[in-house]
């Protein structure tokens, strides 16, 4: 189980670094590709919490290590949602990338 979270961890940081990579250097794909990105990331920590439920440990840390985890979903969802209105409706994003 423990190597389904580090692929898909590694996978993450390897797409935000190619998404990082596209904006700086101001890549007209840079825009879809990012909010691909806030898809994908948003997809992956619900799928990291569902494999957290498979850890082998004590029932009283199990639930507290879920807890964090649902929180931290939550905030995921809110701040790639932010974002991606972000890169949805600005006016400067629209120039700068088209």
């Given amino acids: 189980m423990m190597y389904i979270e580090l692929g898909l961890m590694s996978f993450l940081t390897l797409f935000g670094v ?9 890549n007209p794909l840079a825009v879809k590709i990012t909010k691909i990105f806030l898809i994908t990331y948003i997809v992956a920590m619900f799928l990291n919490m569902i ?3 498979y850890m ?4 009283d ?4 290590v879920q807890q964090k985890m649902a929180i931290n979903l ?3 969802v809110f701040w790639s949602a932010v974002w991606y209105l972000y890169f949805t409706k600005s006016k400067r994003i629209k120039a700068i990338y088209d």
């Fill in 18 to 26: 190619v998404v990082a990579i596209l904006l700086l250097t101001y």
């Fill in 51 to 53: 494999l957290g439920g």
């Fill in 56 to 59: 082998d440990l004590p029932s």
């Fill in 61 to 64: 840390l199990k639930k507290q």
């Fill in 74 to 76: 939550w905030l995921s």
